[in-house]
C-alpha cells in the first residue's frame, strides 16, 4: 500500500513563500503522476500541478502558473512544491495525491493526510 505524507505547510504573509514536500513509502515510478491539491473550507479539492515521476513532465492549474513550481527527487521518493507570492486565496489544506495523471482530484487514488497553507497579514 503506497503512503504519502505532506509537510510544510504554515502560515505566511501575502508575498511570501512555502516549500511543500510529499514523500511516498513506495516506488513510485510505476505511476503516471505525483501531484498537489488543496481544498480550502467549503469547497471542492481541486489540482493545483502535477508531475511525471518518470519523464518530469508537469501541469499547472492556472492560477498558479508562474507562481508555483513543482519538482520531484526520484532519489528521496519525495515531490515538492515551491509556492512564490503567495495570496490569501492560497490558503487552503494541501493534499498530495499519486495517480493517472491530468488535474482532476476524482481520477487519483492515494492521498496524503494533508498539510494547511494559511496566507494571512
Known amino acids: 500500500q503506497l503512503q504519502l505524507a505532506e509537510s510544510g505547510g504554515g502560515l505566511v504573509q501575502p508575498g511570501g513563500s512555502l516549500r511543500l514536500s510529499c514523500t511516498t513509502s513506495?516506488?513510485?515510478?510505476?505511476?503516471?503522476?505525483i501531484g498537489w491539491f488543496r481544498q480550502a473550507p467549503g469547497e471542492l479539492r481541486e489540482g493545483v500541478s502535477i508531475?511525471?515521476?518518470?519523464?518530469?513532465?508537469?501541469e499547472y492549474e492556472d492560477s498558479v502558473k508562474g507562481r508555483f513550481t513543482i519538482s520531484r527527487d526520484n532519489a528521496k521518493n519525495t515531490v515538492y512544491l515551491q509556492m512564490n507570492s503567495l495570496q490569501p486565496e492560497d490558503t487552503a489544506v494541501y493534499y498530495c495525491g499519486v495517480g493517472p495523471g491530468g488535474l482532476s482530484p476524482s481520477e487519483y487514488g492515494y492521498w496524503g493526510q494533508g498539510t494547511q497553507v494559511t496566507v494571512s497579514s
Open positions: 513506495g516506488y513510485t515510478l510505476d505511476y503516471p503522476a
Open positions: 508531475i511525471s515521476p518518470r519523464d518530469g513532465s508537469t
